[in-house]
């Protein structure tokens, strides 16, 4: 049994493929859609409903590891003119000894072969990337980057800083994570959709600067809320105890949300977090929050806004398996200080005093005591929950069931149309 996965755009030939993967081979085949969460994703939950053993995954993809079922990726072939992709490196790079890396989007990676044989006469510093599914077992040996599913080894003494970076690919959430994670290096693209080849005019330090903002907003907040965005990327699950623990040795109250693809009209009926974190695949953990009513960080933003043994040292991490245990970039947690001898510290953005150290969590936070005692139930929720605190403050709290006070009527036809105009309303001049 093996689950299909296709983006929408491929819905369409799903069936055909189904029949002859059956016909070759004999297995039973099952049709998924894509994820909730994106179509980047390998949607291993659904796989296992259906009860498979192996997912094929077509189209583009984030490439994150999975947990359980063994996964092959169909990236698929777009064209690519290879002479106009020359032509445009050879415009962007005039100087035949510039060290450059070439990235590409998945769906060009068949044309790279091509592109190396035209382009490395001529440049003998060029690295070319290469495209990998699975990560090789044990460590990164040094000189060598692997990231995103992208392997390629580093030959500049500087490392990456001296080297700039060409992405062969449209404009999009990959390009956009590569260019804040690799920030010290330059960027410059070719679209094959249009033909044309730029220097990417990103303002990186301005996005950066957008990030940091909403570090300085997590320091800020009391209540926050953790949202699921993928299950199915591996230690996604070791990551969400990473974050709650991280969350009560900092003093604030975390809530975990499974709401599917985030969206505004969703997020808005949380009104008591004061701000989200979202747990994703590198691709789409960037998320605009700009139409949000409350901002969405990312793991490593969280982290760098409650963890004090974490600084900001320029690089950017998109990839929350690298703040885990074991990863390269992971920090442990300092120990807790008394809330007496915490240092206090004030906020950039409100003026006001704030925690800057892990102090030991308030005997509200403390798990609750089996010791029976008899008291105000409603008083104690709100001591221990933010989130019925702010019930209790507000004037309207939803829908009252008044069992045996309403009078039995007969059903009715109601109004029709939208609330700002219903059919019965006569319209204003």
């Known amino acids: 049994?093996?689950?299909?996965?296709?983006?929408?755009?491929?819905?369409?030939?799903?069936?055909?493929?189904?029949?002859?993967?059956?016909?070759?081979?004999?297995?039973?085949?099952?049709?998924?859609?894509?994820?909730?969460?994106?179509?980047?994703?390998?949607?291993?939950?659904?796989?296992?409903?259906?009860?498979a053993e192996a997912v094929l995954h077509y189209g583009s993809a984030c490439l994150s590891p999975c947990r359980k079922l063994p996964v092959l990726h169909i990236f698929g072939q777009q064209p690519l003119d290879i002479r106009r992709c020359t032509e445009a490196f050879r415009e962007l790079y005039p100087d035949r000894q510039s060290r450059v890396v070439v990235?590409?989007?998945?769906?060009?990676?068949?044309?790279?072969?091509?592109?190396?044989?035209?382009?490395?006469?001529?440049?003998?510093?060029?690295?070319?990337?290469?495209?990998?599914?699975?990560?090789?077992?044990?460590?990164?040996?040094?000189?060598?980057?692997?990231?995103?599913?992208?392997?390629?080894?580093?030959?500049?003494?500087?490392?990456?800083?001296?080297?700039?970076?060409?992405?062969?690919?449209?404009?999009?959430?990959?390009?956009?994570?590569?260019?804040?994670?690799?920030?010290?290096?330059?960027?410059?693209?070719?679209?094959?959709?249009?033909?044309?080849g730029r220097r990417e005019t990103l303002n990186v330090n301005r996005a950066l600067m957008r990030r940091l903002y909403l570090v300085e907003r997590a320091r800020d907040a009391r209540v926050v809320g953790i949202l699921v965005g993928t299950l199915g990327v591996a230690g996604y699950l070791a990551v969400l105890q990473h974050l709650r623990e991280l969350l009560r040795r900092a003093g604030k109250r975390s809530y975990t949300l499974a709401v599917g693809k985030p969206n505004p009209a969703k997020?808005?009926?949380?009104?008591?977090?004061?701000?989200?974190?979202?747990?994703?695949?590198?691709?789409?953990?960037?998320?605009?929050?700009?139409?949000?009513?409350?901002?969405?960080?990312?793991?490593?933003?969280?982290?760098?806004?409650?963890?004090?043994?974490?600084?900001?040292?320029?690089?950017?991490l998109t990839d929350f398996r690298d703040l885990l245990p074991g990863a390269c970039a992971h920090v442990e947690l300092p120990p807790a200080v008394p809330a007496a001898e915490a240092v206090p510290d004030i906020s950039l953005i409100t003026g006001e005093m704030r925690a800057a150290q892990l102090c030991d969590p308030p005997a509200s936070q403390l798990p609750p005591s089996t010791t029976l005692a008899c008291r105000d139930q409603t008083r104690a929720l709100a001591e221990i929950s933010p989130a019925a605190s702010f019930l209790e403050s507000r004037s309207w709290r939803g829908l009252e069931q008044q069992l045996g006070q309403t009078p039995v009527s007969k059903a009715v036809q109601g109004r029709r149309g939208i609330a700002i105009a219903y059919e019965d309303e006569g319209r204003k001049q």
């Open 1 to 51: 049994q093996v689950a299909l996965q296709f983006p929408d755009e491929l819905l369409a030939d799903a069936a055909a493929v189904a029949a002859q993967m059956e016909a070759a081979t004999g297995a039973e085949m099952y049709i998924l859609g894509d994820t909730t969460y994106g179509s980047c994703c390998v949607d291993e939950v659904a796989a296992e409903h259906a009860g």
């Open 267 to 316: 997020l808005a009926n949380f009104l008591e977090v004061d701000i989200f974190v979202l747990v994703a695949c590198a691709q789409n953990s960037l998320l605009d929050s700009s139409d949000f009513y409350r901002p969405i960080v990312t793991p490593y933003e969280l982290e760098l806004a409650c963890n004090p043994a974490r600084e900001w040292t320029g690089n950017y």
């Open 103 to 196: 990235l590409s989007d998945v769906v060009y990676a068949h044309a790279m072969g091509e592109l190396e044989q035209l382009l490395r006469p001529e440049y003998p510093h060029i690295v070319f990337s290469r495209v990998v599914c699975e990560d090789p077992p044990g460590p990164t040996p040094p000189g060598e980057v692997r990231q995103f599913g992208r392997q390629f080894p580093v030959e500049a003494l500087g490392g990456l800083q001296d080297c700039a970076m060409f992405y062969v690919g449209a404009e999009g959430l990959a390009l956009t994570s590569f260019m804040l994670t690799w920030n010290c290096c330059p960027f410059s693209s070719f679209d094959p959709a249009t033909g044309c």
